[in-house]
């Protein structure tokens, strides 16, 4: 390019290593001089010349702003250097291997797998203008799909460059994006298929060689059909020229085809050992390119994908072990050993050969022909026909051409039968092509195959100049701009050369045709006939070679075998043998009808055989070579590409070493410079290649217009004259009717103006901030000094005042130290004073403390003394007290006696329970009477005795009466003595007890002490206790704390992953039930038949929800309910388990048991408490009393035992009689023994219960004798005073002892009695039951000897199994009885409780109305007026309908309403509607209603739903009304849990009878389907407007500066028009969802779910976006970022959805904001990105780094070694491998439970309903 430049300028230079290095010039230039002085990057000075004569001036160089532009043409400067300096910047720094270059799409191979070709960024690419994301395969792929769609014209991507580029991995990307954005028109998975054969023709096609592991060795066009709603149905395969050479042969380090391989890698199979394959290094066709292996690839693993391939694709498994087979027979081929014989002539093969027999065995051919016919060869003349031998040569290639050929075979038969398994009978209506084909090839030697590749990319190459030179043309006219013709490239002459008469290839041909026929001949008649062509060369040292000048480079072609190869020559004796084969596959292979077939359709049919049938010998010279087969097949390949718009993916090899990210320019510019990305660039240069939108380039350079021009308001004027007076030359700039288009440099030299505006400007800011910055430092400076001066003045001030201060305290401290001195001496004296006082005062108050202690010790011995009288006196009152006592309680014991008797009497009762016991309860009473007899002759032998007694003690006391006179006399001496000795005896104890009470003191006392201290010390105790409690409660509430967080956050972690697992099935049901109505409706519209229709959506609803119970009652119906639907189920089904009734049983049995303890506890209990007589004494420890009790206590202890001991015997013998009888086989005696034994027992236990009556009776005599005689003995002594024992008199004594005697015969009689009746009754019932069961074993012994001896005709098999049978039945018949028993009693029960439940309705009615009749007795006020409102607050909330007019209420209230229609109305009225009706079917007890009415309900909205799928409005209020029923039936289900917050009222609108908690279950995944609808359909809304709001619209005016963007600024895909939106569009919208949410009603808590779904969704999408788009990674885009988010978080504060849940959605693009605007050079600036970007991946972080794209020359770009840094510092992160968010991810949904506060009735229904047929209840 011409320059003139001056100093700094920077240019590109020619370079022998790197080939072009970029320069800058030391010294201006001026025009004419011969030389440039300039500086390498290294800082090297060089001289480069300059031709004065053609003048040639260095390449100009970009500015950095445009280096690493996403599209080339949006460089200023076009030339060869800027092109490839930019790729190698993206390569490198920014990892970026797409880049545009106009229309074409540059893929340079990274050799690395990268993170960019997931499901998450097809979708980000999906539904994209193409110049709006960063550069992909997927944007072309996009571009070409869209363009199908609105232009409705057939699109074709044709993909090219050298082996090893990666064209095959392009194509096979783009397939995966057509298959996974269309998906499939049928249920077929035609899309999966089209992927899958992409493994087959790789196996088959594919090899390894030197410049790649993977190369394709043929050529393919797929064509990929679609339907008229764009979605694949089927595919077709075209291939070309397949290297069939590299069957035989492989250079060094080079493979054969990989399906070889993989077959040796699994050889080991059994399914493959008939192959008797070995290693891959055993065979000679896969062992002469030395490594068999390839680094990272496994074959084994590879074979078994292509073998799912086939299966896949419909290959049948036969089919695949027969291509196996020929594959395998191949390779034995290869080692046939031939041996030449003597004479040179002749070779022959072993008929012992291994291999040979392995061929023949695996082709089904016969060996002894095959060994013939591999030697030999036929010769057919007009006369005879002659078998000539061959030599080792020519043996060795007839071998290797037939391996050719039937490897050939072979693969077109595999691309035939994979074109059939994707055809499809569907018409298709446009199509996609991907061609996948060779790029220009030039080696040492070079072959027919590289002649023929690179032929084919002169058709594609011109065919590409053509269509750039169009849509050059196509633009100029669009923007109606005045355009010259372009001069380009064009290589007709050579295509002529090659294809056009009298060609290289017509050459070619005729020298195959003629018989003698060599490749020197045909070079020769090339030498002569196009000698003179500006595109043939001779080459100078050869005879044999010619050089043909292609458009990419010179290419030297060798001679030698391109007339072997042109004739693809086969013998036709081995064809025949082949063709006779007994495998069906091989024949089919080589039959003479796949010969006649189109050679241009697939390459299989580009080979041509030689041998023919002898009638068709004649033909022979008719038959087409390989060079007219590949040339019509690349006619029609043009025909088809010129029908369709191309798209151009130019794939670049980076380097031979096959290297990741390593760039050789060498290897880059040859590939350029053949692939036509130059010519592209050269035509863009030729013409305008710079365009720029006026309204961008004002964007971009208004500060290069003046200020009074900035007043005019349109734009386009203003860009006119800032161009007129900036650029005089007219011819550099062109404006078009959108565009400003200008030539090569002149955006530069805008730039240049544009960068020193901005350069004034900042020096201008510099300027004046610097002198701003020294005033403030001077004013800095002079505050300082006064702030100095001020401080030393003051401290000079405070020096004296501190000596002032100082003299002070020091008079102050004299006069406080004197006074100190004065105190202390005065202290002194006094205190000697007040120890006088103390000592003297001491001494009096002791002498009277000792005076009043004696007094005191007088005073207790007096109170001793009057206490031991006062206590004499009580005792004697006590003991009359007694007597009287004894007295009045023997009254009460005759009259309780008596009632006894006759309570006894009346043993009624006694009889009807045991019958049997008569005679003994009359045997009983008797006894009892004569008892009673007896006791009246003792009562009255006791008072006989009393009054004897009583004479006798009378006498006695008159004799000691006068014995005392007598003796009166003498006495008193003896008195007063003894009265002494009393005395004596008193004062020593009150001695010996003061010493005591002295002790006892001290020990009180010290005790005391010691209890005050142990409470001090366990106060402190205490104290340290509760601090000790204190900190470990602390620090187990923070450990409590800490792990109930994190246990809070795994356990919601799980709840959300799980809630999200179940709601992703609702919605995969959802899409599979509207798959399914779908399909429904395809097969109606298809069919369309009379008299069949499909069923209603409805319908299928309802069988779908049949799934669902009907309803789950409370209650269980009564037995004829529940026979009746034993009766519908059927007797089969109604038919229990055998184990269920063994369980059944045992389970009966343990219930039974457990009862009978709990009987026999409660009877135990009751017979304890009836034994337990309460005898209240009173509180005296008198002996008389200890004694009885005792004796009472240990005689009825001793007979309890006894009689219980006896009863256990009795119990077990009866036990063991019972148990034995039940072991015994023979009924017929052994019923009467056990009943005689039983009888007997009985007996037995009655004989025993008299015997212990009588023990008893005589027991009592024995006791009242003996206390009689006791009472006699002590009537004869003569000295009372001797009678230590009784305290009192003796009057007193004995008669207190005769009460005492009798009252305890009386208890004992009365306890013996209760223990008789009780035993009775027990024995009683154990007989009865005992009866019972020997009754029932009688009859069950009678059963089983009938059975036995109906048992005993049969035979031994059928005994056992009618056995079995019968023990089945009987227990089948117990445990239904037992069932049966167990549901009666449970239905009983429940129907008690609903019973007692509306009995207390009623109590409560009742008590309600009687209160509201009392108070409205109390109004005498009371109207008619009142008693109607009375009326009105009876509804209970209820309506009826009749069964007929259900499907007119869902139509009303579900079907055809209309949200409107309910403005101003209650929220959710159809949700309580439908509950009031489902409440009347509850009360009447209706399942069938209720069943129906929510099914149709459920079916009616799903109808809605499907009729509205994109209505927000109509999905938002079937959302709320859907969560409100569901609420009200949670609200009113009777469960306490959600009954907390209701009325007494609402209580009483709960439902009575059903239990509908799996409807709720069912409106509950309605509710999430109907949620997810609801952000379909506002995400549908919202995400056209996202990028263009929150990226690319200005928000903050001004801030953001635009680039050029080249070729790519817009998509043709874009139709015309402004699409953008702003971020009051999408707050408008979100407002709008915010409003109608509300308004209907729909919860708080999903109305927050609903926009942190809405958030998360504007989050991913502008994130992803910003990591696939270079020209918004920005700090300006940072800063909208970042104001736009503001305001959308303002949104949510000002509508109270500011929650943390929210806001955290939009964290990642808040840090990616932050990001944008951080600085990024320094290692802190590294640690401060990576402590702030926490909610980026590592990935993310990088990517945005290396997009990032400085808007101008004053920022500075991302160094890789700053992200380097970022790397290594992001190494611990343990990431998720995925760059983009999942936009389409959805948090799982909850619905809380809301209750409403309205009452049922209390709502009103509106006549716009039309639902007067609902009756109020």
């Not at 295509?495 to 490749?519: F, R, S």
Request: aromatic fraction near 8%; proline fraction near 3%; charge should be neutral.
């Amino acid at each position: 390019m011409l320059m003139e430049g001056g100093q700094y300028t920077r240019v590109w230079i020619p370079d022998p290593d790197e080939v072009w290095r970029s320069a800058e010039l030391t010294k201006d230039y001026k025009e004419g001089e011969k030389s440039l002085q300039l500086q390498l990057e290294d800082e090297t000075i060089r001289e480069y010349p300059i031709d004065v004569q053609s003048n040639q001036l260095p390449f100009l160089r970009n500015p950095d702003i445009l280096v690493g532009e996403n599209d080339l043409t949006a460089l200023s400067y076009l030339h060869e250097p800027a092109v490839l300096h930019n790729l190698k910047v993206r390569f490198l720094e920014s990892n970026h291997i797409y880049t545009y270059c106009g229309i074409v799409l540059v893929a340079i191979n990274p050799y690395e797998q990268l993170p960019i070709y997931g499901q998450d960024v097809i979708y980000a690419y999906s539904g994209q203008n193409m110049g709006d994301m960063d550069p992909h395969i997927f944007a072309v792929a996009e571009e070409a799909y869209k363009q199908m769609a609105r232009d409705e014209k057939n699109q074709s991507i044709i993909v090219s460059g050298e082996s090893g580029a990666g064209k095959t991995v392009s194509a096979k990307y783009a397939m995966r994006y057509f298959a996974t954005v269309s998906g499939s028109a049928s249920d077929t998975n035609i899309e999966e298929k089209v992927l899958a054969s992409s493994p087959i023709m790789e196996a088959i096609g594919n090899a390894k060689t030197t410049r790649n592991d993977n190369s394709s060795r043929f050529g393919k066009y797929i064509q990929i059909g679609f339907d008229k709603r764009y979605r694949i149905i089927g595919a077709n395969m075209r291939t070309y020229l397949l290297e069939k050479s590299r069957v035989v042969f492989q250079a060094d380090d080079e493979r054969n085809y990989h399906i070889f391989y993989q077959l040796c890698a699994a050889a080991n199979l059994p399914e493959f050992k008939e192959l008797a394959l070995t290693r891959a290094e055993d065979f000679f066709y896969t062992s002469q390119g030395g490594d068999t292996s390839i680094e990272g690839v496994d074959d084994a693993e590879d074979f078994e994908k292509t073998r799912q391939a086939f299966t896949l694709l419909g290959v049948r498994e036969s089919h695949q072990i027969n291509i196996f087979k020929i594959i395998a027979s191949i390779l034995h081929l290869g080692n046939v050993e031939i041996q030449a014989e003597r004479d040179g002539e002749s070779c022959s093969i072993s008929p012992k050969d291994e291999h040979l027999s392995n061929f023949c065995q695996l082709l089904g051919v016969e060996h002894s022909q095959m060994e013939h016919w591999l030697c030999h060869r036929k010769l057919v003349t007009t006369s005879e026909t002659y078998v000539k031998t061959m030599s080792l040569q020519q043996v060795v290639n007839a071998r290797n051409a037939l391996a050719k050929h039937i490897y050939a075979q072979l693969f077109g038969w595999i691309v035939e039968h994979v074109n059939k398994a994707l055809h499809t009978s569907l018409k298709q209506h446009s199509f996609i092509g991907v061609l996948d084909i060779y790029g220009f090839e030039t080696f040492d030697v070079n072959s027919f195959e590289q002649f023929c590749i690179n032929y084919a990319n002169e058709k594609l190459q011109q065919q590409f100049n053509l269509h750039v030179f169009k849509l050059e043309q196509e633009e100029y006219v669009k923007e109606q701009i005045p355009w010259t013709l372009i001069d380009f490239y064009d290589n007709q002459p050579c295509i002529d050369l090659i294809e056009a008469k009298l060609g290289i290839l017509d050459l070619l041909d005729e020298e195959c045709k003629v018989p003698k026929g060599t490749d020197q001949n045909w070079a020769q008649k090339l030498y002569d006939r196009h000698s003179g062509s500006q595109h043939f060369q001779k080459p100078r040292m050869s005879n044999t070679a010619f050089i043909v000048v292609h458009f990419a480079d010179k290419v030297e072609y060798l001679s030698d075998s391109f007339l072997e190869k042109n004739r693809d020559t086969v013998y036709e004796e081995q064809i025949n043998i082949l063709k006779a084969s007994k495998l069906p596959l091989v024949a089919d292979l080589f039959h003479d009808g796949k010969d006649s077939a189109p050679a241009a359709a697939t390459s299989s049919k580009i080979s041509v055989r030689s041998a023919r049938p002898p009638l068709k010998a004649s033909n022979k010279e008719h038959k087409k070579t390989v060079g007219h087969q590949f040339r019509t097949s690349l006619h029609l390949l043009m025909e088809t590409l010129n029908t369709t718009t191309p798209h151009y993916v130019r794939c670049i090899k980076p380097n031979d070493e096959k290297l990741p990210f390593r760039f050789d320019p060498k290897r880059a510019v040859q590939q350029l410079r053949a692939c036509g990305v130059l010519e592209t660039i050269r035509i863009s240069a030729a013409g305008y290649p710079s365009r720029w939108a006026y309204h961008d380039f004002y964007n971009r350079y208004r500060v290069l217009v003046k200020k009074k021009e900035l007043a005019n308001t349109d734009k386009k004027a203003i860009c006119k004259s800032v161009l007129e007076s900036l650029i005089k030359d007219p011819d550099k700039f062109q404006f078009g009717r959108t565009k400003i288009f200008f030539r090569a440099g002149q955006v530069a030299y805008l730039e240049k103006l544009r960068a020193d505006k901005f350069r004034a400007a900042t020096i201008m800011i510099q300027k004046t901030v610097r002198g701003w910055l020294q005033k403030v430092k001077y004013r800095r400076l002079k505050a300082a000094t006064l702030t100095l001066q001020r401080y030393c003045r003051g401290l000079l001030a405070r020096r004296l005042a501190e000596h002032l201060r100082r003299t002070r305290a020091a008079v102050v401290l004299q006069k406080q130290y004197r006074m100190r001195r004065a105190h202390q001496a005065y202290q002194r004296v006094r205190r000697a004073t007040v120890v006088i006082q103390a000592f003297a005062r001491g001494t009096f108050v002791r002498r009277i403390y000792h005076q009043v202690l004696r007094e005191h010790k007088a005073t207790i011995i007096q109170k001793h003394v009057r206490s031991w009288l006062a206590r004499r006196c009580f005792q004697r009152l006590r003991g009359a007290a007694i007597v009287i006592q004894c007295g009045f309680r023997r009254l009460k014991a005759k009259r309780e006696l008596k009632a006894l008797k006759i309570e006894a009497r009346s043993a009624e009762h006694l009889k009807r329970l045991n019958v049997g016991m008569e005679n003994k309860v009359v045997q009983l009473q008797r006894k009892i009477d004569d008892q009673n007899k007896e006791f009246k002759m003792l009562s009255e032998q006791l008072s006989a005795i009393t009054s004897t007694h009583a004479t006798e003690v009378e006498k006695l006391k008159e004799e000691l009466a006068c014995y005392q006179q007598s003796q009166g006399g003498d006495s008193s001496p003896q008195l007063q003595e003894e009265v002494e000795s009393l005395r004596t005896e008193l004062q020593r104890a009150h001695s010996e007890r003061k010493v005591l009470e002295d002790a006892h003191t001290r020990e009180k006392d010290e005790l005391r002490k010691r209890v005050a201290d142990l409470e001090q010390e366990n106060a402190l105790l205490k104290d340290e206790k509760a601090q000790l409690n204190n900190q470990i409660l602390c620090q187990s509430k923070d450990e409590l704390a800490q792990t109930s967080v994190e246990e809070n956050l795994l356990m919601k972690k799980e709840l959300e992953e799980e809630r999200s697992r179940y709601q992703n099935l609702v919605k995969e049901y959802s899409r599979l039930e509207q798959r399914y109505d779908n399909l429904r409706d395809e097969m109606t519209i298809i069919k369309q038949t009379p008299g069949h229709r499909r069923n209603p959506s409805n319908q299928s609803s309802l069988e779908s929800d049949s799934n669902y119970p009907s309803i789950s009652t409370s209650e269980v119906g009564d037995a004829e309910d529940a026979l009746q639907q034993v009766e519908e189920i059927g007797l089969e089904k109604a038919a229990m388990d055998l184990t269920v009734f063994l369980k059944l049983q045992k389970r009966v049995r343990e219930l039974e048991q457990e009862r009978k303890k709990l009987q026999v506890q409660l009877e135990k209990k009751e017979q304890q408490d009836s034994k337990k007589i309460p005898a209240e004494r009173p509180s005296s420890d008198l002996d008389v009393d200890q004694d009885a009790d005792l004796a009472y206590n240990s005689l009825k202890r001793q007979e309890l035992e006894s009689e219980n001991k006896k009863l256990k015997n009795e119990l077990n013998e009866l036990r063991k009689a019972v148990a034995d009888q039940a072991s015994e086989h023979s009924a017929a005696h052994g019923t009467p023994d056990s009943y005689c034994l039983l009888l007997n027992q009985l007996k037995l236990a009655h004989e025993e219960l008299e015997v212990r009556k009588e023990e008893v009776l005589i027991l009592r005599t024995q006791i009242v004798s003996a206390d009689q005689r006791r009472l006699a003995g002590k009537g004869s002594e003569p000295n009372i005073n001797a009678r230590t024992s009784w305290p009192n008199s003796e009057k007193h004594v004995d008669q207190e002892d005769a009460i005492e005697a009798y009252h305890g015969v009386c208890q004992t009689n009365r306890l013996l009695e209760a223990q008789l009746q009780a035993q009775s009754r027990e024995h009683g019932e154990e007989v009865e039951g005992l009866k019972a069961q020997v009754q029932a074993l009688k009859e069950e012994m009678d059963e089983q000897q009938q059975t036995f001896c109906q048992t005993l005709l049969l035979s031994p098999e059928a005994q056992l199994e009618f056995g079995i049978q019968q023990e089945l039945s009987r227990l089948t018949n117990e445990n239904l009885d037992l069932k049966e028993l167990v549901e009666k009693l449970e239905k009983n029960e429940k129907k008690l409780k609903k019973q007692l439940k509306i009995y207390m309705k009623k109590v409560q009615d009742l008590e309600a109305a009687q209160a509201l009749a009392q108070s409205e007795r109390r109004r005498h006020e009371l109207t008619r007026q009142v008693t109607v409102q009375r009326k009105e607050k009876d509804f209970q909330g209820m309506l009826e309908y009749h069964k007929e007019d259900e499907a007119l209420l869902i139509r009303n209230l579900v079907t055809d309403l209309k949200p409107q229609a309910l403005a101003g109305t209650v929220p959710c009225l159809p949700a309580y509607i439908l509950y009031m009706c489902i409440r009347h079917a509850d009360y009447v007890n209706d399942d069938l209603k209720v069943h129906s009415l929510l099914t149709s309900t459920i079916n009616g909205i799903k109808k809605v739903l499907k009729k509205h799928n994109d209505d927000f409005e109509m999905t938002s209020f079937w959302l709320s009304n859907t969560c409100r029923l569901l609420h009200c039936l949670k609200q009113y289900s009777g469960d306490e849990g959600f009954m907390t917050q209701n009325t007494a009222k609402q209580n009483e609108h709960c439902l009575k009878n059903f239990d509908l908690t799996e409807y709720r279950q069912v409106l509950s995944d309605l509710s999430i389907q109907i949620y997810q609808q609801l952000i379909k359909i506002s995400e549908g809304l919202l995400q056209p407007m996202i990028v263009s709001a929150m990226l690319e619209n200005e928000s903050i005016q001004g801030l953001s500066g635009v680039k050029p963007t080249g070729y790519r600024k817009r998509t043709s895909s874009l139709a015309d028009g402004d699409n953008s939106y702003c971020l009051e569009a999408v707050i408008r919208q979100m407002n709008s969802f915010h409003t109608v949410m509300c308004d209907q009603g729909l919860d708080p808590e999903i109305i927050l779910q609903v926009f942190k779904q809405l958030f998360y969704m504007i989050n991913a999408v502008t994130l992803n976006n910003l990591l696939l788009r270079k020209d918004v990674c920005s700090w300006s885009t940072g800063m909208q970022l970042r104001y736009n988010i503001s305001q959308l978080e303002e949104w949510l504060r000002g509508r109270n959805l500011h929650q943390r849940e929210v806001a955290e959605t939009m964290e990642p693009l808040i840090q990616a904001a932050q990001l944008l605007q951080l600085k990024k050079k320094s290692p802190e600036d590294a640690e401060a990105i990576c402590s702030l970007c926490t909610a980026l991946s590592t990935q993310q972080i990088v990517k945005i780094l290396n997009l990032y794209t400085p808007l101008n020359e004053f920022e500075e770009r991302v160094t890789v070694a700053f992200i380097r840094t970022i790397q290594a510092q992001l190494q611990e992160r343990n990431d998720p491998q995925h760059l983009l968010l999942d936009f389409k991810h959805m948090f799982p949904v909850l619905f809380p439970f809301n209750p409403s506060s309205l009452t049922m009735d209390s709502i009103h229904i509106p006549a716009c309903l039309n639902l007067e047929f609902l009756n109020e209840v």
